[in-house]
């Protein structure tokens, strides 16, 4: 008979079955209660006894590791290496979570306690990638004939992280490059003095600085395609060219480093330096953009500069801008130079 118990030095519950082999200890997913444990464990003992008199069971893999693994593993070619990577992890984490258990025991409960347990351990937007995963998972599990109804449906997805753009003044930059290591120094400068994206600034090489000119050719990444060129090119100004230094081979990227690595690298250069706590490296893309705003630089100037598709994208700046407006009835109302103003009364 079935029986249920707490496991030692653990939350989680333990069933024991017999089967034609003997005795069988199961642990369960933390959570779950002892009467849902029980009807896991009988419904396990039954399908045991249906084997041992060569009763054919339904064919599933015996546990949820085994499902989980190969529904990444039938995902595995229609995704790249790094979203493969990110499934795997899921997959990890969510067995560490349950416990290697049967498809039929993860229910609603034990899926919105792993989310958020979830949540409070990361980014939500990563989160609701993880969940997304698990749910059409279970979805293969329901066509599979293993569960009738994907426990992942009544569970409310987390919201997303609020956008929280940060722009840098000038003596905060100060401050980041003065608590940053030297080729991090370079990398900064190179973000805010060209606003370029992670990926279009980790492609930079030597050859697309013409130091004569005064210019950089800047690789269009997919979202700055607006244009349809492959590239743009933009003002070298001086600041960055007293970072940049000797040049070196045409070929060679100016960056080092792992792109995945930036922002872990500028939350460590941030505390350093004192400054608030969660700035981007796409913030300091914003900073190149509200630093040219403040400057009086045309909205389309800046949209050429930054690449974006849309004016629309670039008009989100422009409340940094001078007060044009204010100038403008300045030269209406005579008070500054511009033409010679006609009263027209009589």
């Not at 118990?5 to 519950?13: A, E, F, I, T, V």
């Not at 992890?89 to 025991?105: A, L, N």
């Not at 003596?171 to 290591?181: Q, V």
């Not at 994206?197 to 700055?224: C, H, M, Y």
Request: charged residues 25%; hydrophobic residues 35%.
């Amino acid at each position: 008979m079935a029986t249920v118990r707490n496991r030692k030095g653990s939350n989680k519950l333990q069933v024991r079955i017999m089967t034609p082999t003997g005795r069988k200890d199961i642990t369960m997913p933390e959570g779950m209660s002892r009467r849902d444990a029980l009807r896991a464990a009988i419904e396990m003992e039954r399908e045991a006894r249906m084997l041992g008199l060569g009763i054919a069971a339904p064919a599933k893999p015996a546990t949820i590791s085994e499902f989980l693994t190969s529904v990444q593993q039938d995902k595995a070619e229609a995704v790249s290496a790094s979203t493969q990577s990110a499934h795997r992890s899921t997959v990890r984490r969510f067995i560490e979570h349950v416990g290697d258990v049967q498809v039929s025991q993860i229910d609603r409960d034990v899926c919105e306690r792993y989310q958020r347990k979830r949540v409070a351990e990361g980014n939500r937007s990563t989160v609701r990638k993880e969940v997304s995963f698990l749910a059409e998972a279970f979805s293969v599990a329901v066509r599979r004939g293993l569960i009738r109804v994907n426990p992942w449906d009544e569970v409310k997805r987390p919201k997303d992280n609020p956008s929280k753009e940060r722009f840098l003044n000038a003596d905060e930059f100060g401050d980041l490059l003065a608590a940053s290591p030297a080729h991090r120094k370079l990398r900064y400068a190179v973000l805010v003095y060209t606003g370029a994206r992670r990926g279009e600034a980790a492609a930079l090489t030597w050859g697309d600085i013409d130091f004569d000119a005064g210019r950089i050719r800047v690789p269009n990444s997919q979202k700055g395609g607006g244009s349809k060129r492959a590239y743009r090119w933009i003002p070298l100004v001086d600041p960055l060219r007293g970072h940049l230094g000797a040049p070196g081979r045409p070929d060679e990227l100016i960056l080092n480093g792992t792109v995945h690595n930036y922002n872990r690298d500028l939350a460590a250069d941030t505390r350093n330096a004192g400054l608030e706590p969660g700035l981007r490296i796409h913030d300091l893309r914003h900073t190149c953009a509200s630093w040219l705003a403040q400057g009086g630089a045309h909205v389309t100037t800046i949209r050429d500069w930054l690449g974006h598709s849309s004016i629309t994208t670039t008009e989100r700046y422009m409340h940094f801008a001078p007060d044009h407006l204010a100038g403008a009835a300045g030269i209406l109302s005579g008070t500054q130079d511009g033409p010679e103003l006609v009263s027209l009364r009589a």
